[in-house]
């Protein structure tokens, strides 16, 4: 297992970025597929993104698409999630998870999580 610890959370104002990383522990990350997942207050969690071990496939969600990007450093255990053109109805805690495997784009596939780290665009 691998455990998960996301950061770069914070407070923006519509139209700007921010970077998350999923830092992880463990020897076996790079052989992991990645997923970010949001949930909203009074909200299920949503698939945001999610990426191949070998980050030669990305997939997102419609409601990212051409402004979040996904990638990863296995050599630093860690995965990113650039997120450009903030708005507000992207306000959520944002939880990375990983699953061994191929990549897909439901929370109930992922084994391990994060914490969640907020992130809260104002209009």
């Known amino acids: 297992q691998v455990q998960l610890i996301e950061s770069g959370g914070g407070l923006v104002q519509a139209g700007g970025s921010l970077r998350l990383s999923c830092a992880a522990s463990?020897?076996?990350?790079?052989?992991?597929?990645v997923g970010w997942f949001r949930q909203a207050p009074g909200k299920e969690r949503e698939f945001v993104a999610s990426?191949?071990?070998?980050?030669?496939?990305?997939y997102y969600a419609d409601s990212v698409k051409g402004r979040f990007t996904i990638s990863r450093d296995n050599a630093k255990n860690t995965v990113y999630l650039q997120m450009n053109s903030l708005k507000p109805e992207d306000t959520g805690a944002y939880y990375c998870?990983?699953?061994?495997?191929?990549?897909?784009?439901?929370?109930?596939?992922?084994?391990?999580w994060g914490q969640g780290t907020q992130v809260t665009v104002s209009a």
């Open positions: 998870a990983g699953r061994r495997g191929v990549v897909t784009l439901s929370t109930r596939d992922y084994e391990n």
């Open positions: 463990g020897r076996t990350f790079s052989s992991y597929a």
């Open positions: 990426i191949r071990w070998s980050g030669a496939n990305t």
